[in-house]
């Protein structure tokens, strides 16, 4: 099997099926999060806008990433400072994670931060990325820093950020199955040279393992199961966004050992890791204290959802309909005492 190239379409040209696919994946997903999030309680406005501020992060920080740490040469060379915006000129998963997170953060802890705080959490990943233009090994030292930094004062909120969370993995995973099909079909994860049953034809027509394939197999037969055994336990909030990404951490990492070596214009490496195995490990840590931290404690409680009023003025039809059955009641109670008082 080798690659798929663009679909031709009448009409419109040709479409590249990993864009329709990663479409679709987003599509789907989000429409999951909305379902999760209002059998958990969520309500309907306040995930829509929480899924918004996810998927801007997810989009920006991994194509900073992919820029910063696997494809530095070209970095910011076609659109100047510009690139930064530019994230369909290259995205990295670990990136998308990341940026999904500090979304999630930024948009979970907003009101509980101060204004110092917001402005800082804005401005330390951006300022970070355009280091670049100074130092790229600069902005690779201090990129980290400023994701840390900003989650640090973001760290505050209520108890709907966690279980959020779990929606948001909820979602993703089906989403993420649309995706590394796409990454499957247009081989854009190649690695080691391989004569095993399920190595597929690159580019220059050399078989080689597939390593968007695996992470497929990974997701549609490993974490989606995983997630529907989970939800089914109804335990305390984070347990879903805790076990799915420390089941996926260890097989990232194990997988990045078949990416083409960076002497072959594959992913470079930094003291013989690639980045993706050094977030792999931080990702794995990291869920580990949620996964403690979660099921040990009390979960916090989930306000109420402040939902917008109805469109059309229902708000007002239906106070002026519940000050009218009010009169009504008090009538008839009026009534109803003259009565016994005759």
Request: glycine share 12%; aromatic share 10%.
């Given at each position: ?158 108890g709907r950020r966690i279980v959020f969370a779990d929606a948001l993995v909820e979602g993703l995973i089906p989403g993420w199955v649309f995706g590394r099909a796409g990454c499957t079909l247009v081989y854009d994860h190649p690695g080691h040279v391989s004569d095993w049953a399920l190595a597929m034809v690159d580019h220059s027509g050399i078989a080689r393992h597939n390593l968007g394939l695996y992470e497929l197999m990974l997701t549609a037969l490993v974490l989606l199961p995983l997630v529907y055994l989970l939800r ?111």
């Amino acid at each position: 099997m080798g690659v798929i190239g663009p679909i031709p379409v009448p009409d419109l040209g040709p479409i590249q099926p990993f864009g329709l696919l990663v479409a679709t994946g987003v599509l789907l997903g989000s429409r999951i999060v909305f379902w999760r999030s209002a059998k958990k309680g969520l309500g309907e406005d306040w995930p829509r806008r929480g899924v918004l501020a996810v998927l801007v992060g997810a989009f920006l920080f991994s194509h900073w990433v992919e820029r910063l740490y696997y494809v530095p040469g070209p970095l910011f060379e076609s659109w100047g400072p510009l690139e930064l915006l530019a994230f369909w000129a290259g995205m990295s998963s670990f990136g998308g994670f990341i940026g999904a997170l500090y979304g999630l953060m930024l948009f979970t802890g907003w009101s509980e931060a101060s204004k110092q705080e917001r402005n800082l959490s804005l401005a330390l990943p951006t300022v970070a990325a355009l280091t670049a233009y100074l130092s790229l090994t600069l902005a690779q030292l201090l990129f980290p820093v400023a994701v840390l930094a900003g989650i640090f004062l973001l760290r505050r909120s209520d108890g709907r950020r966690i279980v959020f969370a779990d929606a948001l993995v909820e979602g993703l995973i089906p989403g993420w199955v649309f995706g590394r099909a796409g990454c499957t079909l247009v081989y854009d994860h190649p690695g080691h040279v391989s004569d095993w049953a399920l190595a597929m034809v690159d580019h220059s027509g050399i078989a080689r393992h597939n390593l968007g394939l695996y992470e497929l197999m990974l997701t549609a037969l490993v974490l989606l199961p995983l997630v529907y055994l989970l939800r089914a336990l109804e335990k305390k909030p984070g347990l879903v966004t805790s076990v799915v990404t420390m089941a996926y951490a260890p097989a990232r990492f194990m997988m990045d050992y078949y990416r083409i070596p960076a002497t072959e214009g594959g992913d470079p490496r930094y003291f013989s890791l690639t980045a993706g195995q050094y977030s792999s490990i931080l990702l794995f840590l990291a869920c580990l204290a949620i996964l403690v931290v979660t099921q040990r404690g009390t979960p916090k409680p989930i306000p109420e959802p402040v939902e917008p009023p109805p469109r059309g003025g229902g708000a007002q039809k239906a106070e002026a309909g519940g000050t009218k059955g009010s009169g009504q009641r008090a009538g008839g109670k009026k009534g109803k005492n003259k009565k016994r008082k005759k």
